[in-house]
């Protein structure tokens, strides 16, 4: 394994003679394409020892060949050696680099196997290659739980602006993470704007007019704590009323409800401290 990372490591640019034997791309010669013929027929028949062999041999005269690589890691899972084989999955990535599907399976495969940090990686390389909301939602999670904060509010930041317009439920679900973000960093004025934003916009659009589905309840509540943080009462008695007249006849939630016994002289700022947890990425 470390001759062969040796032979794909990356190489300051210089000019120098092409070497014979490692060719990329569709120049195989015909040895190699006879091992990797052999190779998966004996994986098909689960002659898992003899497919290896005729990989090893393939990578041997041809290291820079990613089906070899991608077919020994489909042995080692077979084989019940899961982080063996995702090695070999991560080289042959590196060799067919444009293919974010593949870097983002390797992404799931890597958090399966608490490799959280490799997971960060292989979505940066996917990133590269198309940057997605799915791609940068799962990002932020894996900097959450990471312990960068930071980082995964920039991830969200930019989600946002990938975000269409129509994308409501995934905008609301983003907003609600970002506002979570900045509360858990001592930003609670931004969690605020930054619902109150998702307000606005919301009300002004179609989804104002569907009434409030219950990812919708969840970010007022969230802007609602925040309010109370930050001691203003009268925004957030406000709040709790147009949410009373949004739901008409509908029963309002019990945190909402909380929230508006108090009044006002009595709504202070309050520590920081945990908000309501947040759902994920329908």
């Known amino acids: ?3 062969i990372w040796k032979e794909l490591a990356p190489r300051k640019r210089r000019r120098r003679r092409k070497r014979k034997g490692v060719p990329r791309g569709e120049n195989v010669p015909p040895e190699v394409s006879e091992l ?3 190779a998966n027929m004996f994986f098909a028949f689960e002659e898992l020892d003899k497919a290896r062999e005729r990989l090893l041999e393939a990578i041997r ?4 060949q990613p089906d070899a ?3 020994l890691g489909l042995i080692y899972e077979e084989d019940g050696a899961p982080a063996k084989a995702l090695e070999f999955y991560i080289i042959a990535a590196h060799l067919t680099p444009r293919d974010p599907d593949q870097w983002r399976h390797l992404a799931e495969l890597s958090r399966t196997h608490n490799k959280q940090t490799q997971a960060i990686y292989c979505l940066n390389r996917a990133l590269k290659t198309r940057v997605s909301p799915e791609l940068l939602w799962e990002k932020q999670q894996l900097l959450v739980e990471t312990g960068q904060p930071k980082k995964a509010v920039e991830t ?7 975000l269409s317009p129509d994308e409501q439920g995934k905008r609301t679900e983003a907003c609600k993470e970002l506002a979570r973000l900045h509360h858990q960093l001592g930003q609670t004025a931004l969690a605020v704007a930054t619902l109150e934003d998702w307000h606005a916009a919301r009300n002004a659009g179609p989804a104002g007019q569907s009434g409030l589905e219950e990812r919708d309840l969840e970010a007022l509540n969230i802007l609602a704590e925040c309010l109370v943080r930050e001691g203003r009462a009268a925004r957030c008695l406000a709040l709790v009323s147009e ?3 949004a739901l008409g006849d509908a029963e309002e939630p019990i945190d909402l409800s909380v929230k508006s016994l108090a009044p006002p002289t009595d709504l202070t700022p309050l520590p920081a401290g945990p908000l309501p947890g947040t759902a994920s990425v329908a």
């Open 156 to 162: 969200l930041v930019l989600l946002l602006r990938k």
């Open 61 to 64: 005269l041809c290291p820079a």
């Open 243 to 245: 949410v009373r007249a």
């Open 1 to 3: 394994m470390e001759d």
């Open 36 to 38: 990797l013929g052999e």
């Open 69 to 71: 690589y991608h077919t």
